[in-house]
């Protein structure tokens, strides 16, 4: 016989505990004791006058509680707050997204570009005169193939005009055979124009 549970004793005490268990309650002495020992207790309780709390003690609870809040100190012993999971996880999440991405994204280079043929004639031809050309001439190579030829209104309005006195500072760093191939190709340029 199953007794009727502690929520079911105030149901029945308040008159809305479900008509299956009302039936129970009927035939069980043990759950009608308890019942009208819990009714009498209950009575008893609202028997006693209770006066209501001064106007200010709301107020004045709420003002201690507020401080005992305030007071209280931080725990210092653990990890520091920003080497707690909260913050160290969505860390993590955007560390392992990027090696993913790092990862997953093919490098393009002059060998692909060859392969796959896309690179014209003139782009070959650059990479085909010098094969031991470095890493950043195949870049500047595949570069130019990806994006076309540049002037100086597209590279001024992508913002990638150096700080004044760049150019001067590169023909500066440049070494000797460099400056010479430099004289030689504007001599060349200009007496083309």
């Known amino acids: ?16 505990l479900a008509p299956d268990r009302r039936t129970h309650l009927a035939v069980c002495e043990i759950c009608r004791a308890e019942v009208s020992q819990l009714a009498a ?26 401080a005992a809040i305030a007071e209280e100190r931080p725990a210092t012993h653990g990890f520091p707050q920003w080497l707690q999971w909260p913050v160290l996880v969505p860390f993590a999440g955007l560390a392992l997204l990027l090696m993913m991405l790092a990862w ?20 070959m031809a650059a990479v085909s005169e010098d094969p031991s050309a470095d890493a950043a ?13 540049l002037d100086i209104q597209t ?8 700080a004044p006195g760049a150019a001067e500072q590169a023909v500066l760093d440049m070494t000797s055979d460099e400056q010479e191939e430099l004289i030689r190709l504007l001599k060349q340029e200009l007496a083309g124009s």
């Not at 016989?1 to 809305?16: Q, S």
């Not at 209950?42 to 509680?65: C, I, K, N, Q, Y």
């Open 155 to 162: 590279v001024e309005a992508a913002g990638l005009i150096g």
């Open 1 to 16: 016989m199953n007794h009727l549970r502690p929520d079911e004793l105030v149901d029945a005490v308040e008159d809305a």
């Open 104 to 123: 997953a994204i093919p490098v393009p280079t002059v060998e692909t570009a060859i392969a796959d043929d896309q690179l014209t004639p003139g782009a």
């Open 41 to 66: 207790i209950l009575g008893d309780t609202r028997a006693v006058g209770m006066p209501e709390p001064s106007p200010l003690f709301w107020d004045r609870l709420s003002h201690r509680v507020r």
């Open 137 to 149: 001439e195949d870049t500047w190579v595949a570069v130019t193939h990806l994006i076309g030829p």
